[in-house]
């Protein structure tokens, strides 16, 4: 059942590196690049996805987690970095088993199913959030 309350998802693949964005548009079903970022900092990063927030409205984040990770470090920085967020954009942010997204987005890249501009780190973030609609969870 749709939450009604929620209109527009920003994706969130994070990595240490590159932070891939898409966006869903709930109304309308349907999910889109939103670009990459190079992680500079946590500060840096906050500034950036705030604008995309306001830009386009968002009302919640889905932030890519490790879930079946052995790295317990990594999975420590995801929840940080989500807690964090959720604070700085005032929004609440749901994690998502990112599992197996780069692989897809890496097999969608060399099939041509990409769209002209779009790289790994975004459509990674557009499958993540596209799988979490898909699972019913607005």
Not at 31 to 54: A, Y
Request: charged fraction near 20%.
């Amino acid at each position: 059942m749709m939450n009604t309350s929620f209109h527009v998802v920003l994706g969130v693949d994070w990595g240490t590196k590159h932070v891939g964005l898409a966006l869903g548009f709930l109304d309308d079903h349907i999910t889109t690049h939103c670009g990459t970022i190079q992680f500079v900092s946590f500060d840096d990063c906050v500034d950036r996805l705030q604008k995309v927030v306001s830009e386009h409205d968002v009302d919640v984040v889905v932030l890519g987690f490790p879930q079946w990770s052995h790295d317990k470090r990594m999975i420590a920085r995801v929840r940080d970095f989500g807690d964090r967020l959720a604070k700085a954009l005032s929004l609440p942010v749901f994690y998502w088993n990112e599992m197996m997204t780069s692989k897809e987005a890496q097999k969608n890249l060399h099939s041509g199913v990409f769209p002209s501009g779009a790289d790994v780190h975004q459509e990674s973030a557009r499958i993540m959030i596209q799988d979490w609609i898909d699972h019913g969870n607005v």
